[in-house]
């Protein structure tokens, strides 16, 4: 520190004695910051000072919970920055590159964690864990396929298309999502002909089967009710398992203005990626910044959006879970068959995600559990979860049902998200399963 800025420092010495304890390399002023409004909290409380710092002294040892008041919105202002108190905190003091409350989870003997809603939030950075990535099974496919040419899924993959509505259907984050989860009504009118159950918020009653059950029905018998169900491979036949592993990149990003591509596809390197409207003169390989993109056909629509798209969205991988967060001012338009299926929504629904809310896109584990389910109806059911891979996401501007734009080439600025993982095992999977029984025509 320059003897100028010394002269201007009146860092505290309880504040200074906390910051001993700060991880890596976490910018100086903005953790400074931090700890001083926490200390001024902290100190209002009798013997809280102390047990925080001898959570932070004592590591291993057990410690007891610091808590602080939760605000009205449940975050914290540092500086011109809005956090989770207990996000902030665990980044000073453990994890420095930490990038998200889904990164969190609180240990069992705290009694104030952040997702419990209580009055008061528990910051002790000792007092919450880090969400490991879980291990997924490997997919065992036959080494000797008894799929069955006569149940050959291909005419159903096509015919599925008829089924489909001319335009997606569109639900919104939260509204939509809390009444499938056990609302009163479904805004999904089932009609009799449809190839999709009921959602669990149009079945309900009496008698009626278990909401979750209804969720978790693999996404194939959704969408090929009348392919008959073939007996599942013995563990006696001969099959060889494949692994998911983990790629250098963990997505790629492509950027499209109504129906053209523009520019070059960003390979996100980091879990956490920033897609915005911005320009970026510092190269900073954990954005996309749209803004630096030129297109000699771009039209004043396109110029408008494009103006609107501002902080745009925050893409996050943890936990082999995939997060989409809208920072815009205005909401982004998201579709996904992972998500979708969760939910219990039609496969091409497209979820509006509002400012300043976050949605879970994508989910390893389920992704596996469809993977494994479909490895035993050959060929075609397996390519087809190739779609599930692929998600779509518009700024500004919403296409489907509710919207006069009845397709996502149609709406202004808008991104395709591939996700490596899932897709690279899917090729291995094909693989080994060998040739399909017809040709595949269209991966649309």
Request: hydrophobic content about 30%.
């Amino acid at each position: 520190m320059t003897s100028m800025s010394s002269l201007f420092s009146f860092t505290s010495p309880a504040v200074k004695r906390l910051l001993g304890w700060k991880q890596g390399d976490e910018e100086e002023k903005w953790a400074e910051k931090a700890v001083d409004a926490l200390v001024k909290k902290l100190k209002k409380k009798k013997g809280a000072m102390e047990d925080l710092e001898k959570a932070l002294s004592s590591p291993g040892q057990p410690s007891k919970c610091v808590t602080i008041p939760r605000s009205l919105d449940g975050r914290l202002q540092v500086s011109h920055r809005k956090g989770l108190p207990h996000v902030i905190y665990c980044r000073v003091w453990r994890w420095p590159d930490l990038q998200s409350h889904h990164e969190l989870k609180p240990l069992e003997v705290c009694e104030y964690p952040f997702g419990s809603k209580q009055k008061e939030v528990c910051i002790n950075p000792y007092h919450y864990k880090r969400v490991e990535s879980p291990v997924l099974p490997p997919v065992l496919v036959p080494r000797h396929s008894e799929f069955n040419p006569q149940h050959s899924l291909l005419v159903q993959f096509r015919n599925m298309s008829h089924n489909e509505p001319h335009m997606p259907l569109n639900a919104t984050f939260p509204e939509s999502f809390q009444q499938h989860s056990g609302g009163s009504g479904s805004s999904f009118p089932i009609s009799p002909n449809s190839p999709y159950p009921p959602s669990p918020a149009s079945s309900g009653g009496p008698g009626s089967p278990d909401p979750i059950l209804l969720l978790r029905r693999s996404w194939l018998y959704r969408c090929l009710p009348s392919v008959p169900r073939i007996q599942t491979v013995s563990l006696s036949v001969d099959v060889q398992p494949v692994e998911y592993e983990e790629p250098s990149h963990w997505c790629s990003i492509v950027y499209y203005e109504l129906n053209n591509r523009v520019g070059e596809a960003y390979h996100a390197s980091s879990t956490s990626v920033l897609v915005d409207g911005f320009t970026d003169p510092s190269n900073n390989k954990n954005r996309f910044c749209l803004g630096l993109l030129s297109n000699v056909n771009r039209n004043s629509t396109i110029e408008n959006t494009r103006r609107h798209i501002g902080k745009g969205v925050h893409l996050y991988y943890v936990g082999g879970e995939v997060y989409a967060e809208c920072l815009s001012d205005t909401s982004i338009f998201v579709q996904s068959r992972n998500c979708n299926y969760h939910h219990g929504f039609h496969p091409t629904t497209v979820c509006k995600i509002p400012s300043g809310c976050s949605l879970k896109i994508f989910n390893n584990q389920e992704f596996a559990q469809l993977l494994a389910q479909s490895v035993n109806h050959g060929f075609e059911a397996v390519y087809e979860l190739t779609k599930m891979c692929t998600i779509r996401m518009s700024f500004v501007k919403g296409w489907g049902a509710e919207y006069h734009r009845q397709d996502v080439t149609s709406t202004p600025c808008w991104i395709e998200v591939h996700l490596h993982g899932p897709l690279q095992w899917l090729d291995k999977v094909l693989t080994q399963m060998g040739s399909p029984l017809n040709p595949i025509s269209s991966v649309s």
